[in-house]
């Protein structure tokens, strides 16, 4: 699990996100009611990173209505609230930094050898769902559903559908999907053009500052986007479920995230070599990330569950993505269930491993620079685009009261890594890759 600030948002299981995406529930998932009833499941999550940076707190709530012939309509609303201080991308430095806040009407401080984090950042999420499962005949399942969510920045839309084909007695299902989607991005004081130097105050009339930021604008846009998924659910036996699923992800139009920075630093021998390059107006450059206006995921994952001969099941999962942006990442999965009398505990173990993007910068040097014509056309010091490694423990507690109602809460730890170029100069006296721990809490019930 991963929270992504404008990625957006808190992260989701392996399997169910999987087929989430293309509105395919995973197995363990499926309404279970008798025709005529809803099956309704609530959770909050909590969500907390550690030096007061991003917090979170999610509330769900998700009904399906059972209809006679396996026939299933699903609503589900979604709230979400992230606050703290999130990584802008820029350096820290010797000496104090001061940023413009991404509406221009003000600015935040960050002191000397401190990680530069937009204190600033806050954002509310409200999302809608709903979808509608039945059955063609005895050997095909269609779903189709629609998704909306808004936030103060962000409107997004996506529609989904997809055809599953049963066979062998339904012991081996087929399943493909498509979803459609188109976002609409209006960042606060709109988006900003690709690695133009952000305007800061010091030493400018408001004026001269207003014409400086405006320079800096361009209008706001949208971006689409077409996910594909192929998938094979087999039951191997009476104790063993493995499924197989190629996903394929296709993006273009605005992908650069609006509130990210980079530094430039200055690479000339002398008294500032490796410290924040300054200017003759007597301000250091910041400069606003660029990334490209298309990109194509693919995806493999492999999910087995098994289950013992006292009733416990074992579940592992392995997921491969790779893009044409240069990030491969390597993801396993795996999960203990121990059944006691009306409860159960479930230990759980996620490793995340992550190659960093061909247009990752740390930061950007004088000479890359170029006295404001940039040599390079891309670049972003996001951490989340960076070589990574995460390793996140946890473990959930259920207990059911009946076939129908069932308590349960999830605890997680999360510590998150990052590594990549050290810098020269005065930069190898700047921790350049903080780590990020973070903790939730998951509490839910269903009825």
């Known amino acids: ?47 907390a990173e550690s030096d007061s940076r991003v917090s979170a707190a999610e509330p769900v709530v998700s009904a399906t209505r059972n209809f006679d012939g396996e026939r299933q309509l699903n609503l589900k609303l979604v709230a979400d609230t992230l ?23 003000g600015s ?17 999420r409200v999302a809608l ?10 050997d095909y399942t269609y779903r189709v559903g629609g998704y909306a969510s808004r936030e103060y920045d962000y409107l997004s839309t996506a529609v989904t559908g997809s055809l599953s084909r049963h066979l062998n007695n339904k012991n081996t299902t087929l399943t493909g999907g498509l979803s459609l989607g188109v976002d609409v991005v ?17 030493g400018k009339t408001d004026a001269q500052f207003n014409q400086e930021f405006a320079a800096t604008r361009d ?38 995230d609006p509130y990210k920075l980079l530094s430039v630093i200055d690479d000339a021998s002398g ?29 493999l994952y492999w999910q087995t569950k098994y289950m013992l001969g006292n009733g416990d099941v074992v579940d592992g999962s392995y997921r491969f993505m790779l893009d044409d942006w240069g990030i491969n990442s390597h993801t396993l999965d795996l999960k203990y269930r121990l059944r006691m009398a009306n409860s159960y505990l479930e230990p759980h173990f996620r490793y995340y491993l992550q190659s960093e993007a061909d247009f990752y910068k ?20 996001d951490y989340r685009l960076g070589e990574l490694t995460g390793l996140t423990f946890g473990a959930k507690w259920g207990y059911r009261f009946d076939e129908d109602r069932e308590l349960a809460i999830r605890a997680e730890y999360m510590i998150q890594s990052n590594d990549g170029d050290e810098g020269f100069g005065k930069l190898t006296n700047q921790d350049l890759y903080p780590d990020t721990d973070a903790m939730w809490v998951q509490l839910s019930y269903s009825f």
């Open 1 to 47: 699990m991963q929270l992504n600030t404008h990625g957006k948002p808190v992260g989701r299981a392996l399997a169910a996100a999987t087929c989430a995406l293309l509105g395919v529930q995973a197995t363990d998932t499926l309404a279970k009611g008798e025709p005529g009833e809803w099956d309704v499941e609530t959770a909050l999550l909590v969500y």
């Open 186 to 202: 209006d960042p606060v004081g709109s988006a900003p053009i690709g690695l133009s130097r952000m305007a800061l105050r010091d």
């Open 271 to 299: 008294i500032n070599y490796g410290g924040n390059l300054i200017e003759t107006d007597g301000n250091p450059v910041y400069l606003y990330e660029n990334r490209p206006d298309t990109r194509m995921k693919h995806a």
């Open 108 to 124: 935040y401080d960050i002191a000397a050898g401190e990680a530069p984090l937009d204190d600033t950042f806050k954002d509310t």
């Open 362 to 381: 740390r930061y950007l040097t004088a000479t890359e620079y170029n006295n404001g014509a940039p040599t390079l056309t891309e670049a972003s010091a």
């Open 219 to 256: 209008s706001n846009d949208n971006k689409t986007l077409v996910d594909a998924l192929f998938g094979v659910t087999q039951v191997i036996n009476r104790q063993t479920l493995m499924q197989f699923n190629y996903g394929i992800s296709y993006s273009s139009g605005y992908l650069t």
């Open 83 to 105: 606050t703290g201080a999130s990584p802008s991308g820029a350096t820290p430095s010797d000496l104090p930094q001061t940023f413009t806040s991404p509406s221009g009407s």
């Open 129 to 138: 769902s709903a979808s509608w499962t039945a059955p063609l005949n005895r």
